[in-house]
Every structure is written in structure tokens, then in C-alpha cells.
């Protein structure tokens, strides 16, 4: 069965650190470009970061700039996301998916293979 599945989410403090993970089962992402995108409660679902297949490029949402950083270890079949300084506002439920490239705009119309998201939420 092919799917994408993301881990590693939870209830962190505002300031904390959480890493994500997307592993890819049935098929291999080193040909992909994956996205990470995230839809808090009542808004639209929203980009967050992206890499290339190679792993040269890398895009971030001005919000999360700084803050978050996106690796590939196409050996273990993984994206990861680390995601530091976190705020109440980064509290979303967060989804991987392939995309042919990675733009700077990380828009979900690039994205067609979505796994069923992680919920992260930031909270004292």
C-alpha cells in the first residue's frame, strides 16, 4: 500500500521543539519533492516548507523562517521537519506531500500525495 505517514507531533510549551517525520511506504521518495503544510482550526491549509528531491533547495513560509529547518535522508526514505521556538500560533494539524519541485511559494496546487497529517499543538 502506498502511503505517506507523518510522526513525531504532540502538546509542547511555547519555545519548545517538536521534530516531524514523513516516511514513505510502498515506494521511495528520492525522486519527490515534499511539502509540509499545516491547517489550524477554521483556516485554509497552508505551506509551510519544501525541498527538492536533490535536497539543494529548500523554501520556508516567512512565518516560520528562521525557526523551522527541512531535511531529506532519502537512505531512511524520511523528510524530516524540526520545528524550534515554537508559538500557540504553529498549533495545526501538519501534513506531508509530493510535489515535482519546490517553489517559494509552496502552494498545495503543486502537491498531489498527501498522508494524513500530525496533530502539533503549543500550549502552556
Known amino acids: 500500500q502506498l502511503q505517506l505517514v507523518e510522526s513525531g507531533g504532540g502538546l509542547v510549551q511555547p519555545g519548545g521543539s517538536l521534530r516531524l517525520s514523513c516516511t514513505a511506504s510502498?515506494?521511495?521518495?528520492?525522486?519527490?519533492?515534499i511539502g509540509w503544510f499545516r491547517q489550524a482550526p477554521g483556516k485554509e491549509r497552508e505551506g509551510v516548507s519544501c525541498?527538492?528531491?536533490?535536497?539543494?533547495?529548500?523554501n520556508y513560509a516567512m512565518s516560520v523562517k528562521g525557526r523551522f529547518t527541512i531535511s531529506r535522508d532519502n537512505a531512511k526514505n524520511t523528510i524530516n521537519l524540526q520545528m524550534n521556538s515554537l508559538k500557540p500560533e504553529d498549533t495545526a494539524v501538519y501534513y506531508c506531500?509530493?510535489?515535482?519541485?519546490?517553489?517559494?511559494?509552496?502552494?498545495?496546487?503543486?502537491?498531489?500525495?498527501w498522508g494524513q497529517g500530525t496533530q502539533v499543538t503549543v500550549s502552556s
Open positions: 506531500a509530493l510535489g515535482a519541485y519546490c517553489s517559494a511559494y509552496v502552494a498545495r496546487y503543486e502537491y498531489e500525495f
Open positions: 510502498g515506494f521511495t521518495l528520492d525522486s519527490d519533492a
Open positions: 525541498i527538492s528531491s536533490s535536497g539543494s533547495i529548500a
